[in-house]
């Protein structure tokens, strides 16, 4: 669809988003890659992320960059460059492990190691987090706890739909407040459409992979035309990577993983023509939310 098709769409600005880790690094294949060898595979994270940079350069978008923190802590240069670049630069947690995996305790060293390897890498603070795998679940609520008393000030870990691997159909489905005793953090749900009483994944990785592009296109018009909101979308750079080297998995893991890998950098090209984008931090603020902040709140009580 020709980008002045869009035009109506334009004046709600969405939020781009890099999940900044390697091939190997993603959920799919652990056990297949243990974390012990990953410094042994070859690393295609630099190319590809500088190949995002270029293309968004090209389209003058800014985007927030989850960057993990194991490949911080090797590639200082590449953090260096991003923010250098005019993005923002988040936290993908350090070494990519499932949240509902880990206890409060792994968790916050976790993501305390990664905001610091971040924040000297970057000179700034770092207040945005996203989860690996969307993997706050409502067995892992209490990771709010955590980022909050990190000092993180926004999530984006939540995804309100079924999945068999993350998510919690009943939240909210748009930006809101979660008020803890330790304080308050916003979250940044990923982007859906509801049909009739389901939520329907639009937005980003597999799903802009996997799926028509035309399902992700209307579905980012529906939410800002018809309910004025904006779509957070996400990808990783692994994903612009058709000549990725290959590696064992289950059928459905390698489905999911490398289907449509060689159009992902041309979808992103339509995307980028079609609507508007710009950071996380530009949606949320730079600083932590307050009680009277008037941004709406909701409550999951039953599931903390």
């Known amino acids: 669809m020709a980008a002045g098709s869009a035009t109506p769409a334009a004046r709600v600005v969405n939020a781009m988003s890099v ?7 993603v959920s799919v294949f652990d056990g297949i890659v243990p974390r012990s060898e990953w410094d042994r595979m070859e690393s295609r994270v630099c190319r590809n992320t500088e190949r995002l940079l270029d293309i968004f350069d090209e389209f003058s978008v800014r985007s927030t960059f989850f960057v ?8 200082r240069d590449l953090v260096r460059r991003i923010s250098e670049r005019g993005h923002e630069v988040a936290s993908h947690g350090y070494a990519h492990r499932l949240v509902y995996d880990q206890t409060p305790k792994t968790f916050r060293e976790d993501v305390r190691r990664a905001k610091r390897v971040l924040e000297d890498a970057t000179g700034s603070a770092i207040g945005g987090f996203r989860a690996p795998s969307y993997s706050i679940t409502p067995r892992s609520l209490w990771a709010i706890d955590v980022l ?22 009943v939240s909210g489905r748009h930006l809101y407040a979660i008020q803890r005793p330790s304080g308050t953090v916003t979250e940044v749900p990923g982007s859906t459409v509801r049909v009739g009483p389901v939520n329907l994944p639009v937005a ?3 799903y802009f992979r996997i799926l028509p592009y035309g399902w992700t296109h209307w579905g980012i018009a529906r939410l800002n035309r018809l309910e004025q909101k904006p779509a957070i979308f996400y990808l990783h750079p692994w994903e612009i990577d058709p000549d990725q080297p290959r590696l064992s998995a289950g059928w459905l893991g390698k489905f999911r993983h490398y289907r449509n890998l060689s159009e992902t950098e041309h979808r992103l090209r339509s995307l980028l ?28 009580p039953y599931l903390w």
Do not use: C, K
Request: zero cysteines; hydrophobic letters at 35%.
């Open 19 to 25: 999940d900044v880790e390697d091939y190997f690094h």
């Open 68 to 75: 993990l923190g194991w490949v911080a802590e090797r590639h």
């Open 148 to 169: 909050i008393e990190e000092g993180y000030w926004y999530d984006a870990s939540i995804f309100p739909i079924r999945h068999d691997r993350y998510g919690i159909p």
């Open 204 to 206: 980003g990785g597999g």
């Open 273 to 300: 023509s079609d609507f508007e984008f710009g950071t996380l931090r530009n949606l949320v603020g730079a600083r932590p939310p307050r009680e009277s902040d008037s941004a709406s709140t909701f409550a999951l």
